[in-house]
Antibody, heavy 122, light 107 residues
Framework: QLQLQESGSGLLKPSQTLSLTCAVS??????????WSWIRQPPGKGLEWIGC???????YYDPSLQSRVTISIDKSKNQFSLQLTSVTAADTAMYYC??????????????WGQGTLVTVSS | EIVLAQSPATLSVSPGQRATLSCRAS??????LAWYQQKPGQGPRLLIY???TRATGIPARISGSGSGTEFTLTISSLQSEDFAVYYC??????????FGQGTRLEI
């Protein structure tokens, strides 16, 4: 069964850059038909999709975050990464990576990681 | 942006009873709606997609219905492992994906 595991910086100061990686195991990130997503959840709040990357390198971002987000893919390591620049306290959240189904234009998330907490504090 | 309103925010139900959760969209999403279950310390788990199709391994006592702007998740004969937070998500307006704020199902 496909597994996803997030890792990266847990505590940041305002204005720094958030960097996270999602390692994918028991399945290939290079298979077509899926987009590899980042989703976050601020404490006590709902889920917010950040963006995703296709195996070709094509990216899709939420417009509200697009100016600060970069998602990249490393097929040799079977992983993908998130960078979010100029973080503020509002970026404090649990960050999840997930696989997005892309077949038949049905964009739901069928596998998720456990999440990693990122805190932004001075 | 399509806003999803989930109700109620918290639902208290006894084991063995039925739970009905609602998700209302601010505009039609056809049947492009999914439901997820989230337990403490875990990532969400896909339950339903296409408004009514159960994901792999999801038991038949969990069902989804609806289309357009009104959707329902029904869990019949609640078991202890069903007590969690449930989210709906629309994917009709890619890439402007949105989630509801969640319904907490508690004993």
């Amino acid at each position: 069964q496909l597994q996803l595991q997030e890792s990266g910086s847990g505590l940041l100061k305002p204005s720094q850059t958030l960097s996270l990686t999602c390692a994918v195991s028991d399945g290939s990130i290079s298979v077509g038909g899926y987009c590899w997503s980042w989703i976050r959840q601020p404490p006590g709040k709902g889920l917010e999709w950040i963006g995703c990357i296709y195996h070709s390198g094509t990216t899709y971002y939420d417009p509200s975050l697009q100016s600060r987000v970069t998602i990249s893919i490393d097929k040799s390591k079977n992983q993908f990464s998130l960078q979010l620049t100029s973080v503020t306290a509002a970026d404090t959240a649990m960050y999840y990576c997930a696989r997005t189904n892309f077949y038949n234009a049905k964009y739901y998330f069928d596998y998720w990681g456990q999440g990693t907490l990122v805190t932004v504090s001075s | 942006e399509i806003v999803l309103a989930q109700s109620p925010a918290t639902l208290s139900v006894s084991p063995g009873q039925r739970a009905t959760l609602s998700c209302r969209a601010s505009q039609s999403v056809s049947r492009d709606l999914a439901w997820y279950q989230q337990k403490p310390g875990q990532g969400p788990r896909l339950l339903i997609y296409g408004a009514s199709t159960r994901a792999t391994g999801i038991p038949a006592r969990i069902s989804g219905s609806g289309s357009g702007t009104e959707f329902t998740l029904t869990i019949s004969s609640l078991q202890s492992e069903d007590f969690a937070v449930y989210y709906c998500q629309q994917y009709n307006n890619w890439p402007l994906i949105t989630f509801g704020q969640g319904t907490r199902l508690e004993i």
